[in-house]
Structure formats: C-alpha cells, structure tokens
C-alpha cells in the first residue's frame, strides 16, 4: 500500500489538497465545502462554554495531525469466514485490509461496507443519510471538522424485515499515530430490521499527541432492532471526540453501548432521538480512567413521540488524577405524553485523587407522563466488602479486582461479541491490578 500523506494540520492547504485529490461526487465535495465553512465559522469551544465549562483544550493542538492519508492499495482480502459473526470489517488509517459478508445475509440484501465503497456503490442512500438525518455538520465544532475531513468508516444496511442474528464485528484501527482518524459510522435498518454492531476504536502507543474525530448516525425504521456498541481504545496520548445519536421512529428500539478504555482526552455526546410513538432507548456506558485521563461526556434522552421510554446506566473506575465528567439530561416536549425515562450515573474511584463529576437534568414540558427520575453516586470500594473478601483469603488487589469485576459486568454483558467482551473484562482486571497495586501498602478506601 503507498501513502502519500496530505499537508500537515487543518488547514485551507490540506483542505484544497483534500477535493484535489478526491473522486467523490460533486455534491459530497460540496458537503464537505459547506461543513469547512461551518467549521471557520464555529468558535472554538472555551471553558466559558457550559458544555466544555470542566474541559481544558488548551493544550490540543490541530496543526500538528495529518487529516489524511491518500492509499493506493490491492483490493483487500476476505477475512476468515465465521459462524459466530455475521460480518467482519478492519480499516486502517482509512484503508480498508479485511471485508467479509456472510452469503446468507448478502442473498438478502444486507449491506456491510466501508463509507468509501458506499459512497460509489450506493450514492442515493448516502446521499440522502450521510450527516442529514442524525447529525449535521453544524451540530458542533468538530461535527463541522468532521464533515470536511471524514476519511473512511463503515456504511451498514439492512433491509426491511430482515434480522441479521450473528454480530457485525468492525475494527478502525489509528496505526500511523500522526494521522488524523476521522471514522464515520452509518447504519441504517429499515422498518422491522434488527442487528448486532460492534466498533472497535484502537490506536498507537506512542507518546506523540494524536487527533480523532468520529461520528456514529443511527437510523431506525419503525419495528427495527439495534444494538450498537463502541469500544475506544485509543493510545494514551490521543484526543478523541465523537457524537453517536440514534433517530427512532414507531416502536423502534435501540441500545448504545459506549465503552471508554483509552485517550489522553475523550469528549463524546451520546444521544437518543425519540421521534416514533412507542419507541425504546437504551444508552449504557462504561468508562476507565488512570493517570491523568480525562472523560466528559453529554447524553440525552429527547422524548418526541407517544409512549417512549429510555433508561439509562453509566458506570465508571477512576484511579490516580483521573477525572470524569458526566452530564445527562432527560428531555420530555410538549405532547410526548406517557413518556418514561430514567437515567443513573454510577462511579467508584479508586484512590482519592482520582475526582467524578455527576450533573443529571430534566426538563419536562407535558404534564401527562409516566415519570421521569435521575440519581447519581461517588464513592469509594465499600470497606465492609472488601474486608469480607479478604477475610476469606483474598488479597486485597484480588478482592478489590473482583468487585470491580462485578460493578462492570452488566455493561460488559450487553456487548454483543464475546472476543469484545474479553477485552473489556481483561482491561478491567488490568486497570484494577496496576491501581491497586500502587496503593496495596495505604490503608483500605473509606
């Protein structure tokens, strides 16, 4: 494969360079011309923002990725086939090496490839999807960066009535730590569709910061069925931000499972759109912070329709300085009666340095609702358990690791790919040991 990297830094040089190069249909050239715009235009967030009020980016610094990799490459190999995947995907810094589709599902219409070939294969459809219908360039300063530079991801479709059982596995993968990732994730499932997607985000280890911009568009059709997890793992120097909403029309349902590994900083909105009557949302999350990591996130639970519901469970492990910062809200509008809603924010810290921030609201404009509730904790291991354990023999790194184990296995469990919820697990074991191993010799958390 050859690279020939663009100019360094966001900027109206790599920009030009950007359409230059490209093939793309006129009408994405100008999308990305209208979203550069947008992205001049957009002031850079600032702590005086409320959203950004307990988020430093002052030490961010876009003149130093390259926003894109140009490949040149072999078309990519199939990856093993699977009786336990519906799909498999891997990019890398924006090529794609490994495809496959099950023939079963293929027979059926079921779409499962990357943005690029999508944008050739399939032009209606992205057209008419691609940061229309979830989320549009001007929703943010680095929505708007992303419309200008997207530079691959994943565009899946399942067509009507068809329930695709095995999970779609995905990998993007940041390998070359100076180039900028800018995935996009598309899915759309027509009416009384269903399936099982898995992304997983990782990066390089290097020490060098690196730079990561992703959106996530989630398009249900009435009766469909998704569950749509992401794992970021990204290197320990990264800044990472992203938004992943889910639009839902009647009687849709839809989970999102955002876990949070790795990046030096992770700034991501998780939201759910309920447009349809009857329509259900799940948003869980699980994050893991050491060292100086810091993780802000902003969720929304925005009730349109008749009869809705969601509910919602984060949980977070903070050790050394690292800091969370959660901030939900709940959101009834007017005429979206019945509606039910409930949201839950839940963090251990493992050392008292470590800090968790818990901000939930609610803002409810009908008054014929079935309720809506929020709660919220910060504490430490519970003492009495831990000394129960270690009564029986364990050690404290084993006893504290194992209540961690519990306190994330829920989240865990809703991943739906066993080899994905094995990283996670193994992370948090990982996570807990090296923590507890610093403090073994201070007196239990209290």
């Keep these: 494969m050859t690279l020939m990297t663009s100019a360094r830094g966001f900027n109206p040089d790599s920009f030009s360079q950007l359409l230059q190069l490209s093939d793309e249909p006129e009408w994405m050239k100008e999308r990305r011309k209208k979203a550069w715009e947008l992205y001049n235009t957009i002031p850079m967030p600032t702590r005086s923002d409320e959203e950004w009020r307990r988020t430093d980016l002052r030490k961010l610094d876009l003149s130093a990725p390259v926003p894109f990799l140009q490949t040149k490459a072999a078309p990519a190999p199939s990856a093993k086939t699977s009786k336990t995947l519906a799909a498999a995907l891997t990019i890398a810094d924006g090529a794609v090496t490994q495809q496959w589709l099950s ?22 459809l992205i057209e008419r999807y691609f940061m229309t219908q979830a989320v549009t360039a001007d929703d943010s300063k680095f929505a708007a960066l992303h419309g200008a530079f997207w530079n691959n991801g994943v565009f899946i479709h399942i067509p009507k009535n068809i329930s695709v059982t095995e999970p779609i596995s995905v990998h993007i993968a940041m390998e070359n730590a100076e180039a900028a990732l800018m995935a996009h994730s598309l899915a759309l499932l027509d009416n009384g569709s269903a399936a099982n997607v898995v992304v997983e985000i990782t990066g390089t280890t290097l020490e060098q910061q690196s730079f990561s911009s992703r959106i996530n568009e989630l398009v ?17 120097a990264a800044y990472d931000f992203y938004t992943t909403r889910g639009v839902l029309q009647n009687d849709a349902q839809l989970t999102i499972n955002t876990i949070e590994l790795g990046a030096r900083l992770s700034k991501g909105r998780i939201e759910a759109i309920l447009r349809g009557n009857g329509s259900h949302a799940q948003l869980y999350g699980l994050y893991l912070g ?28 903070l050790s050394d300085t690292a800091r969370s910062v959660y901030s939900g809200f709940i959101r009834v509008h007017p005429g979206a009666k ?9 963090n251990i810290l493992l050392n008292n340095t470590a800090r968790a921030d818990s901000i939930p609201n609610l803002e409810i404009s009908e008054s014929d609702i079935l309720g809506c509730s929020h709660g919220a904790t910060v504490g430490k291991v519970d003492p009495e358990e ?7 023999g364990l050690t404290r790194i084993e006893a504290t690791q194992l209540l961690m184990e519990g306190f ?21 074991i990982e996570r807990v040991a090296q923590t507890t191993a610093k403090f073994a010799e201070a007196p239990a958390a209290v």
């Design 220 to 236: 249900l059709g009435a009766n469909a069925q998704l569950n749509f997890t992401t794992i970021q793992n990204l290197g320990a």
């Design 338 to 346: 019945k509606s039910q809603a409930y949201q839950q924010n839940r």
């Design 290 to 317: 050491a060292e100086n990591q810091h993780y802000d996130r902003f969720t929304l639970q925005d009730h349109l329709g008749l009869s809705t519901s969601s509910n919602l469970l984060f949980k977070g492990i």
């Design 386 to 392: 831990l000394f129960y354990l270690m009564c029986r």
């Design 103 to 124: 023939d079963t599902y293929a027979s059926q219409g079921v779409v499962v490839t990357d943005m690029k070939t999508a944008l050739s294969q399939y032009p209606d």
């Design 408 to 428: 994330a296995e829920e989240l865990i469990a809703a991943i739906p790919l066993e080899s994905a919820q094995a990283v996670v697990r193994g992370a948090v």
